[in-house]
Nanobody, 119 residues
């Protein structure tokens, strides 16, 4: 019963920044954990960050990304800085009933937004 819509993707040069947004519907948004995942061409979907009872990041983030949320606005964010070409992927917002790094725990998914980092 939760719908998620990502936005904010685009083309950015290496070293640049990008802020992804995830707009959610549903009155229960604040009770859900939110995760960001990404999928590069030819690669498996991988975990990026999650926020729930705490925040957690994938190792590759290396302090470059910040996940946040504004429950009053039913929106989650992924602020990305110091972007690398290896960050190029489709980024997905997801919501879960548990705080988790596993995509299998996420019941709701957005359509994804493309992030392309050029050299």
């Amino acid at each position: 019963q939760v719908q998620l819509v990502e936005s904010g993707g685009g083309l950015v040069q290496a070293g640049g920044s990008l802020r992804l947004s995830c707009a959610a519907s549903g009155r229960t948004f604040s009770s859900l954990s939110v995760g960001w995942f990404r999928r590069a061409p030819g690669k498996e979907r991988e975990f990026v960050a999650a926020i729930g009872r705490a925040t957690v990041y994938a190792n590759f983030v290396e302090d470059r990304f910040t996940i946040s949320r504004d429950n009053a606005e039913n929106t989650a964010y992924l602020q990305m800085t110091s972007l690398k070409p290896g960050d190029t992927a489709i980024y997905y917002c997801a919501a879960a009933y548990v705080y988790s790094r596993s995509h299998r725990d996420y019941a709701y998914w957005g359509q994804g937004t493309q992030v392309t980092v050029s050299s």
